[in-house]
């Protein structure tokens, strides 16, 4: 039998009485609410825990270690062996290990995969084609990525190399990313274990974790653009701790700093023949883009996705600025000072629909599932 939601169903947040959620508990047989209600409730003796038959969780791939998700499930087994978990995720993890955690965890025995691809799936899904769009690194990115290469990264890459504390079969400091770093640093640990002074140890610490922090750098960089990057080195200057201190001295580092700066004020490159600042060439392609799609399809709309959040902002700051045509706003998670309540995401979402925005630029983790429905 099919069961009205309406009339069986009740929702639990923090911003509902503790006296009415024992209402609710008592009154309702399906209930929507975050694990740390549960938790709360479950303490407070209110959750009828032994009559709980289905946990249905969404985001599972967040059961790990002390995650809430996992404080219910066992809590729950304290009371009663006889309910089923349910559990759903579009990212459950990139390593086995992580993987079979969350199976752990949530006491999962059966697995079921699903892509675009499966059969009973490609009925509910829209036909997607998908055109790779290549662009030269050049201009002002190309400068100032190089810069930082050659006189900022490659230095702290030197130092480590000729302490035999990193290896690496290529001499190209911007071949280096995070996860290799580290790994060189798990491997020096090991060599090196009550082998060295505790102050050669301690040099190197800090100069992998210098290293990583540029390292990512440079990735930001090179993926979304000087202006992301400049906000990234404004905020590691501003902390405390050695790498911070140290890129606070380093004259190179700081010197890029100001000449981004700079351009970002100025609008142009002085020492690029004056050529316009662009924070990254994907920026005025992408105007481009939209505006060949809405010339010929303007009561369309169209969604961007960045990978980085702190990416959106700058994305439509650009579009609003450059295009008339183009009408952009941001859609984000509700975390941070900068994050999207959730009345200010059903509003933007409200506003996208209804053609006040055309263009919806948002993360790619983004509570994706707001942007549909009737």
Not at 64 to 71: E, K, N, P
Not at 131 to 136: I, R, S
Not at 167 to 193: E, H, I, P
Request: charged content about 20%; glycine content about 6%; proline content about 3%.
């Amino acid at each position: 039998a099919v069961v009205s939601t309406q009339s069986t169903g009740g929702e639990l947040t923090g911003n509902i009485a503790a006296a009415r959620r024992d209402n609710i508990w008592a009154s309702k047989r399906v209930f929507f609410l975050t694990p740390q209600i549960v938790q709360n409730d479950l303490n407070r003796g209110v959750c009828p825990a032994k009559e709980i038959v289905l946990l249905i969780i969404d985001e599972a791939h967040k059961a790990t270690g002390q995650h809430a998700y996992c404080q219910v499930v066992r809590q729950l087994q304290n009371y009663t062996s006889q309910f089923r978990v349910l559990a759903l995720s579009a990212t459950p993890g990139d390593k086995l290990e992580t993987v079979q955690s969350v199976l752990s965890n949530l006491l999962i025995a059966h697995v079921e995969i699903r892509s675009e691809e499966s059969l009973d799936i490609r009925p509910y899904t829209h036909e997607r084609r998908v055109q790779k769009v290549l662009l030269k690194m050049d201009g002002p990115l190309a400068a100032v990525r190089q810069q930082y290469v050659s006189k900022v990264l490659d230095k702290y890459f030197q130092i480590l190399t000729k302490n035999k504390a990193l290896y690496s079969s290529s001499t190209d400091a911007s071949n280096l990313g995070k996860f290799m770093l580290m790994q060189q640093r798990s491997s020096w640990r090991a060599r090196v274990q009550g082998k060295i002074s505790s102050s050669l140890s301690c040099k190197i610490e800090n100069l992998f974790a210098l290293l990583i922090t540029l390292s990512h750098a440079l990735e930001l960089l090179t993926v979304h653009g000087i202006g992301v990057f400049l906000a990234y080195s404004l905020e590691q200057l501003q902390k405390s701790g050695w790498p911070s201190n140290k890129l606070q001295q380093d004259f190179e580092f700081t010197s890029l700093i100001d000449k981004i700066q700079r351009w970002e004020n100025l609008g142009i490159a002085p020492e690029l023949n004056n050529n316009r600042y662009v924070e990254h060439p994907k920026l005025p392609k992408l105007i481009e883009i939209l505006t060949k799609h809405f010339s010929s399809t303007p009561d369309t709309r169209a969604i961007v996705f960045s990978s980085y959040r702190n990416s959106v902002q700058r994305i439509v700051k650009h579009i609003n600025e450059e295009s008339s045509q183009l009408k952009a706003t941001a859609f984000v998670g509700q975390s941070g000072e900068k994050g999207l309540k959730q009345k200010q995401q059903l509003r933007t979402v409200k506003d996208f629909k209804e053609g006040k925005f055309n263009t919806l630029e948002t993360q790619v983790s983004a509570p994706g599932g707001r942007l549909f429905g009737s």
